[in-house]
């Protein structure tokens, strides 16, 4: 039971938690086997990029065409924020990777109004997530989509804009306090004439930069953005600023400061993201029962969880991003630059609810109203349309033959619960539904997940 309990935390801190099938072939791995697991799927599919949207017309087309089309955008990036959410429940592609890819898309957090920007955000995000943070970094401070959110298209060296040059070191490598305004000002200088095209590519415009001398960390030189961000991740403040937030996001809130000085000492050594990774997942400590079922699942971890559970299918792009919103957390669409604060501010009184019922109101009522208004429908003010959401069972019926009845509450907890503090089987039983064996697991597995504890 050990062995089960720590796979299943695994499975949700690297991923989005283990679907009926998985969970019935992986429960009774040895750790060692299943984190091999997670990094050889996860370095096999790497290398598969987003499917682009439909096209980038309105990119290329003039102002007032493009102003037209706004909406299409909108749509665009919606189509492919549903196609990441249903990659993250899908047990064919790989959980670590795509979590990989949340977590970065956190840190590195941009909204993106434009449907081919959030494809080459996200797919640069995915070539590097578990490969070298100063690739990774890299490859963001030429994204398009961070350009034009974080306004370097106006940076030139006759009026430099510091905005992308602050929070590329406040938000994103080294941190509050560790640099000066005027560090700012020679960064942003270095940054001027990056830039985008109306194609949406990255494109280094000459005329714009600024080739004087700078003067940035007490070094003096022709710097441009890459000396920047290289001498930025020269500072071991780097690395202990990344992994205290790695730590916060895959292990635990509250932050064991020399856990975390250990991680940033290895990590420092060659900003190595797999390897960090790696080392965290094979580590007793990670598997300690003060870790397991303490951290809150962000709404997207919520969703796409309960969606590769119980076999979720839906073809409604405005209502999963609806839901999203009811929620608290939208792909491509972060509060701000800073991204998701986590923890805590995941529930509130809007939101918990909404939480608890939320695999009753899919199972039960997947043709439901949900009375709120997405960015999609702004200009008609229109309620979100039905979810209409399918669920198949079958998969959790198969995981349970033979299993008699009077276990199956223990069963099914084991699998849908990390902890089990307020599990009462008795209290449970009150309200669970008894009409035959099907009714009852669906009835049993849905009252599990409208647990506290499975928030968790």
Same mark, same amino acid.
């Given at each position: 039971?050990?062995?089960?309990?720590?796979?299943?935390?695994?499975?949700?801190?690297?991923?989005?938690?283990?679907?009926?099938?998985?969970?019935?072939?992986?429960?009774?791995?040895?750790?060692?086997?299943?984190?091999?697991?997670?990094?050889?799927?996860?370095?096999?599919?790497?290398?598969?990029?987003?499917?682009?949207?439909?096209?980038?017309?309105?990119? #290329?087309?003039?102002?007032?065409?493009?102003?037209?089309?706004?909406?299409? /955008?909108?749509?665009?990036?919606?189509?492919?924020?549903?196609?990441?959410?249903?990659?993250?429940?899908?047990?064919?592609?790989?959980?670590?990777?795509?979590?990989?890819?949340?977590?970065?898309?956190?840190?590195?957090?941009?909204?993106?109004?434009?449907?081919?920007? !959030?494809?080459?955000?996200?797919?640069?995000?995915?070539?590097?997530?578990?490969?070298?943070?100063?690739?990774?970094?890299?490859?963001?401070?030429?994204?398009?989509?961070?350009?034009?959110?974080?306004?370097?298209?106006?940076?030139?060296?006759?009026?430099?804009?510091?905005? =992308?040059?602050?929070?590329?070191?406040?938000?994103?490598?080294?941190?509050?306090?560790?640099?000066?305004?005027?560090?700012?000002?020679?960064?942003?200088?270095?940054?001027?004439?990056?830039?985008?095209?109306?194609?949406?590519?990255?494109?280094?415009?000459?005329?714009?930069?600024?080739?004087?001398?700078?003067?940035?960390?007490?070094?003096?030189?022709?710097?441009?953005?890459?000396?920047?961000?290289?001498?930025?991740?020269?500072?071991?403040?780097?690395?202990? =600023?990344?992994?205290?937030?790695?730590?916060?996001?895959?292990?635990?809130?509250?932050?064991?400061?020399?856990?975390?000085?250990?991680?940033? #000492?290895?990590?420092?050594?060659?900003?190595?993201?797999?390897?960090?990774?790696?080392?965290?997942?094979?580590?007793?400590?990670?598997?300690?029962?003060?870790?397991?079922?303490?951290?809150?699942?962000?709404?997207?971890?919520?969703?796409?969880?309960?969606?590769?559970?119980?076999?979720?299918?839906?073809?409604?792009?405005?209502?999963?991003?609806?839901?999203?919103?009811?929620?608290?957390?939208?792909?491509?669409?972060?509060?701000?630059?800073?991204?998701?604060?986590?923890?805590?501010?995941?529930?509130?009184?809007?939101?918990?609810?909404?939480?608890?019922?939320?695999?009753?109101?899919?199972?039960? !009522?997947?043709?439901?109203?949900?009375?709120?208004?997405?960015?999609?429908?702004?200009?008609?003010?229109?309620?979100?349309?039905?979810?209409?959401?399918?669920?198949?069972?079958?998969?959790?019926?198969?995981?349970?033959?033979?299993? /008699?009845?009077?276990?199956?509450?223990?069963?099914?907890?084991?699998?849908?619960?990390?902890?089990?503090?307020?599990?009462?089987?008795?209290?449970?039983?009150?309200?669970?539904?008894?009409?035959?064996?099907?009714?009852?697991?669906?009835?049993?597995?849905?009252?599990?997940?409208?647990?506290?504890?499975?928030?968790?």
């Amino acid at each position: 039971m050990k062995e089960s309990k720590q796979i299943q935390h695994l499975y949700w801190r690297a991923g989005f938690g283990l679907s009926p099938q998985e969970w019935q072939e992986r429960k009774n791995w040895p750790l060692e086997k299943a984190v091999e697991d997670l990094f050889s799927k996860a370095g096999n599919n790497q290398s598969n990029a987003v499917a682009p949207p439909l096209a980038d017309y309105s990119i #290329d087309m003039a102002e007032a065409v493009r102003n037209d089309l706004q909406l299409r /955008e909108k749509e665009l990036v919606a189509q492919q924020n549903t196609a990441w959410l249903k990659r993250m429940a899908d047990p064919n592609e790989s959980a670590l990777l795509e979590k990989m890819c949340l977590f970065w898309h956190g840190h590195f957090a941009c909204e993106i109004k434009f449907g081919i920007l !959030a494809t080459q955000q996200l797919n640069s995000i995915r070539q590097y997530a578990l490969g070298n943070f100063r690739d990774l970094v890299l490859a963001i401070a030429r994204d398009p989509a961070m350009i034009r959110y974080l306004n370097n298209q106006q940076n030139n060296k006759r009026k430099p804009n510091e905005n =992308f040059a602050r929070e590329v070191m406040e938000l994103f490598t080294i941190g509050r306090g560790n640099y000066s305004e005027q560090d700012v000002k020679e960064a942003a200088r270095a940054f001027t004439g990056w830039s985008s095209n109306k194609r949406g590519e990255f494109v280094f415009r000459e005329k714009n930069h600024d080739f004087d001398r700078k003067t940035f960390f007490g070094k003096t030189g022709n710097f441009d953005g890459t000396d920047i961000i290289d001498m930025v991740l020269e500072k071991r403040q780097t690395a202990l =600023f990344v992994c205290r937030k790695i730590y916060r996001y895959f292990v635990n809130e509250v932050v064991d400061e020399k856990r975390v000085e250990e991680l940033a #000492d290895m990590f420092y050594e060659n900003y190595d993201i797999g390897k960090l990774m790696r080392h965290i997942f094979q580590s007793d400590w990670f598997y300690d029962n003060y870790y397991i079922g303490v951290k809150i699942k962000s709404p997207i971890e919520l969703v796409a969880g309960l969606m590769r559970q119980l076999h979720v299918t839906s073809n409604n792009e405005k209502a999963l991003v609806g839901l999203q919103k009811a929620l608290g957390q939208i792909l491509f669409k972060p509060p701000n630059v800073a991204g998701w604060p986590g923890g805590k501010t995941w529930i509130d009184n809007s939101t918990l609810m909404m939480r608890l019922n939320l695999a009753a109101a899919i199972c039960y !009522a997947s043709d439901m109203d949900f009375n709120f208004k997405t960015d999609l429908e702004e200009t008609d003010n229109k309620q979100l349309k039905k979810l209409g959401a399918k669920v198949d069972f079958s998969p959790i019926l198969a995981m349970c033959e033979g299993v /008699e009845e009077a276990d199956l509450p223990d069963f099914f907890a084991d699998y849908f619960l990390l902890a089990k503090n307020g599990f009462d089987k008795k209290t449970l039983e009150k309200y669970v539904r008894h009409e035959g064996r099907e009714e009852y697991v669906q009835s049993l597995c849905i009252r599990l997940m409208t647990l506290p504890e499975y928030q968790m």
